[in-house]
């Protein structure tokens, strides 16, 4: 299994632009989780999902971000519009129902200007 | 969770020497806890971890100390390699509950 794919690796934009990063989770995994890291907080649960729907949004910083689930393939995390503090890492995880190891994407580096 | 200052706490050993990562967890309620090795630009990566019934857990020159009454984890590494400097992170879970909460994280770095 390739592990956990997320798109784009880099991203960098300007202050209200809209924002998409995309996530694949491990094939099979029921739960998806995305993450934000900053220097200054650390590793931040946003939101996770299990079998597509959302479970817990309320790592969700505000109502400029939002994140879907369409199928068990695919997830993503849209930033509408973006600020320059939302510059961070972001990952996506996966696991799966038996286990408790959460696997982790390469994640996304944002930067907005 | 915890915050996290500008500066990363760092450990610096020497090649060969073994290695202590401290970390206090947050919630009595937690039972699972995970030690997770991040590499620079890279995501986080399962090492080992200990369920709250047990107070040490034996992995390939890993060692993961769990002290519930003062709320302490520890991971020790064996033999320190140059492979092994990263920044480590501990996560805390609670049975029923898939939400990990991480801790500020160790950087460690690897003399030679």
């Known amino acids: 299994d390739a592990g956990v794919i997320q798109s784009p690796r880099h991203e960098v934009t300007e202050m209200g632009q809209e924002v998409t990063l995309r996530c694949k989770p491990i094939?099979?995994?029921?739960?998806l989780f995305w993450y934000r890291q900053t220097m200054m907080r650390g590793l931040e649960l946003l939101i996770y999902f299990n079998n597509n729907v959302p479970i817990d949004d309320s790592g969700m910083p505000e109502d400029r971000f939002s994140a879907k689930m369409p199928n068990a393939s695919f997830s993503t995390l849209k930033i509408q519009p973006s600020e320059p503090r939302d510059s961070a890492v972001y990952f996506c995880a996966s696991r799966g129902l038996a286990q408790n190891e959460q696997f982790f994407g390469p994640g996304t580096r944002l930067t907005v200007l | 969770g915890e915050s996290v200052g500008l500066h990363l706490p760092t450990l610096s050993v020497q090649e060969g020497d073994n290695s202590i990562i401290n970390c206090a967890y947050s919630n009595s309620a937690s039972d699972y806890f995970i030690w997770y090795k991040q590499e620079s630009g890279k995501g986080p990566q399962f090492i080992i971890d200990?369920?709250?019934?047990?107070d040490k857990r034996q992995g390939q020159r890993v060692t993961v100390l769990l002290n519930k009454t003062v709320k302490h984890l520890s991971l020790q590494i064996a033999a320190t390699q140059p492979g092994d400097s990263a920044v480590y992170f501990c996560?805390?879970?609670?049975?029923?509950?898939?939400?990990?909460?991480f801790g500020t994280g160790t950087r460690l770095k690897v003399l030679a």
């Open positions: 200990i369920r709250s019934n047990m």
């Open positions: 996560a805390e879970n609670t049975s029923g509950t898939y939400k990990y909460i």
């Open positions: 094939s099979g995994h029921d739960y």
